[in-house]
């Protein structure tokens, strides 16, 4: 059964969505992200995305105080991301309530710092952020592309011991048209064992349940629940499995 991940974007201390990655193109959906975690949690949702998009633009963790609040008040699983740089950075966001913390800008420009917290944390505690745009890896926030193509990105994180990757699309994000289903195909039959969240592109619960089929473990859903395409309550027969 697949698992259900609501995303809560962060800019401002506010909860946000994006289209494409874009800053310019931002909604703000609530004035407090507490808010829209305790009506996740009211309704089943045992786990969270949590992105600092201004630490993401920033280039070191900025909205750690947003995630403190969520994790004290609510018993969610929150997995944060955003600007995490340095070692204080991820010290700041477990001592936070982070259980897990996603790293891609830092993966992809340092790897070497990246795979010490691998080292250190565990591989229950690191997922790996692929932010792909035609399958080459996007950083900060995807405000720059890489040369760095996503299979040899995940090639060599994978043969290190990486189980957890966070992969999206950034076509796809926002635009509430449907997931990249081949991509995610292509990675799960390359790499066995891998723990695959995609994200992006999620606009129906047909998506969910193709994805599904398909042997995908985990998806992150964003646009589609705040703009209601995608229902709580048609969430319940996923997240009461």
């Known amino acids: ?9 962060i800019i401002e201390g506010k909860c946000v969505r994006l289209s494409q990655g874009d800053y310019e193109k931002k909604k703000v959906y609530n004035e407090d992200p507490l808010e829209v975690a305790k009506m996740f949690q009211d309704n089943g949702i045992r786990r ?7 630490g993401a633009k920033a280039k070191h963790i900025v909205n750690h105080k947003v995630l403190e609040r969520i994790a004290s008040s609510t018993s969610l699983i929150i997995d944060f ?19 897990m913390v996603t790293g891609g800008s830092i993966a992809a420009r340092d790897p070497g710092k990246f795979l010490s917290w691998f080292n250190k944390y565990g591989k229950e505690k690191i997922i790996l952020g692929a932010d792909v745009k035609n399958k080459q ?6 405000l720059e592309s890489t040369t760095l193509g996503l299979f040899k990105y995940l090639d060599d994180y994978c043969s290190k011991g990486i189980e957890k ?43 969910i349940k193709r ?16 703009e209601n395409k995608i229902t709580l309550t048609q969430l319940k027969k996923w997240v009461f499995q």
């Open 1 to 9: 059964m697949i698992e259900i991940i609501p995303a809560i974007d």
């Open 48 to 54: 969270l995305h949590v992105v600092d998009l201004d």
């Open 81 to 99: 991301g955003g600007g995490i740089k340095s070692d204080e950075d991820i010290e700041i966001a477990f001592n936070a309530g982070a259980a």
């Open 137 to 142: 890896i996007a950083v900060s926030g995807w």
């Open 165 to 207: 990757v966070i992969c999206t699309d950034i076509s796809k994000d926002g635009m509430l048209e449907g997931p990249s289903f081949e991509l995610y195909d292509e990675i799960l039959k390359k790499y066995e064992g891998i723990y695959l969240i995609a994200s992006g592109g999620i606009s129906k619960e047909e998506d």
């Open 211 to 226: 994805l599904d089929k398909m042997g995908v473990p985990g998806v992150i859903i964003g646009k589609a629940l705040y």
